[in-house]
């Protein structure tokens, strides 16, 4: 929901994902694609998924179509942390699991 600056917002956007599970999903915000524009990244919960989801900003509130992106390593996330891990100037991520943490660096 958009702020109108006032203490109010606008109407919900809602968006959906190819997923197939439960429904339950953890994100993360960030600059994913370094374009100046907050970008969503999404995964499916629980465990046992192979696959995210990015939603690209337009830069106005809005995101563009999913891009589905599958990774070789199986995982259920307890939450995604975004941050320039390795100081390169590009946003990775990582995937917080029961049992450890998945780093993800963008190269």
């Known amino acids: 929901m958009l702020g109108n600056g006032d203490g109010t ?4 956007v809602f968006y959906t994902t190819d997923f197939t599970g439960q429904g339950q999903f953890t994100f993360g915000v960030g600059d994913i694609n370094s374009d100046g524009k907050a ?3 999404v995964s499916e919960y629980p465990w046992g998924s192979t696959q995210f989801v990015v939603f690209l900003g337009n830069g106005d509130g809005t995101f ?3 891009q589905t992106i599958s990774s070789i390593t199986t995982f259920g996330e307890l939450g995604i942390t975004v941050g320039d891990f390795n100081s390169d100037g590009l946003l990775d991520f ?3 699991t029961g049992g450890g943490m998945y780093v993800f660096i963008q190269q």
């Open 9 to 12: 917002f606008q109407p919900a």
């Open 39 to 41: 970008d969503l990244l």
């Open 64 to 66: 563009q179509a999913q």
């Open 94 to 96: 990582i995937f917080q």
